[in-house]
């Protein structure tokens, strides 16, 4: 272990606070933002979708960076560098909005693809439970920020303040991670580790030539990309059957806050389950139903839809990032495949608004949409099945 075990637990909680906070502050706050700037409908969803596509590219750079000069320095830098992003994003025009959101999805990548490998390293035994407490305190950091945004807002006196105020959060996170990466370098004697490189004598595992690989990674894309849609068009869909939009940001808000559930309970389940094929069943089949229930009663079912959701979502998410650790032998292979899930991952999330939102503009309805994204469900579930085997990559 390189640190004490609880500020190492302090450290990946705060940082985990995080990974979805600086991307669920400004969706509540999108109309503030195009009326400001004058935006149209296109350039106002590339506020939201570009983190989500640097989300993907910066992944492709982060297992190097972890080898190159090490785990806690990284997530450090993530850190500084995210709250950085939420402050660029505040500046008086149009193009820092932009630059803001890559800066932050960047960093969110860095974040996201490191964490996995480092609990592999620093909790080989408890990699699941730990699992668990990550996805689930960056899922309840998305649901404060959420339901506070447009609070803060009014508090604060307008949409930058409310916006800029998380900084504060990636500036607490990173001084948790300072000293544990001080006490790092006291006991090596020179320099924090990287997630380990595999030995002279075994060859690195080439996870983009494993079909185990690809079905993980497929599996994290799917998840994504249904998230991702509701993040975008949920509220969208409840206004467009009649639902108030203070009563849809509150169905919204109680969606997210039942991810928690999914999150914290099903990396725990999973961890003690040899196969996980009955947890893929169940996560992807609350999600369906959830879908389902959007298209048949929208509005009169709202919340029973937004519960399940939540909960398939949370456990979805949950089990995939608990499928990189336990589909894997060691953490080096751990964090190359987190970069490889999540590379592709978010990718392929960043086109499920777009399309969910062409579709929807093409056909007069959501009905097509959200059976499109039946069908994504009923491909995670069988590519999921594959992907629970209990195997290594």
Known sequence: MLAHPALLLVGIVLASLNMRAALASV????????????????????????????????ALVAPWLGRRFGAERVLLAALL????????????????????????????ALLNVLMPGLIK???????????SVYTGAMIAGATLVAASSVPLERVLGGWQASLGVWSLLAVVAALAWLPQLLIARGRTGHEVRAVPAASVAARPVSVWRSALAWQVTLFMGLQSLWTYVLIAWMPTIFTDHGMSRSTAGVVFAFNNL????????????AGRMRSQRPLIVLVTSLVAAGYAGLMAAPVEGAWLWSALLGV??????GLALTLIVLRTGDAATAARLSGMAQTVGYLLAAAGPLAAGALHQASGSWTLPLAVVLGVCATALALGLLAARNRTV
């Open 27 to 58: 969706s509540p706050l999108v109309s503030e933002l195009a009326e400001t700037y004058g935006l149209s409908a296109a350039a106002s969803s590339l506020v939201t979708s570009v983190p989500v596509l640097f989300l993907g590219l910066g």
């Open 81 to 108: 560098l995210l709250g950085a992003g939420i402050l660029v994003r505040i500046l008086p025009t149009a193009a820092a909005l932009y630059a803001g959101g890559v800066l932050v999805g960047t960093a969110i």
């Open 121 to 131: 390293r620093d909790f080989p035994d408890r990699a699941a439970s730990m699992t």
């Open 258 to 269: 039942m991810q928690v559930v999914g999150a914290f309970a099903v990396p725990l389940l």
């Open 312 to 317: 398939g979502q949370g456990g979805a998410v």
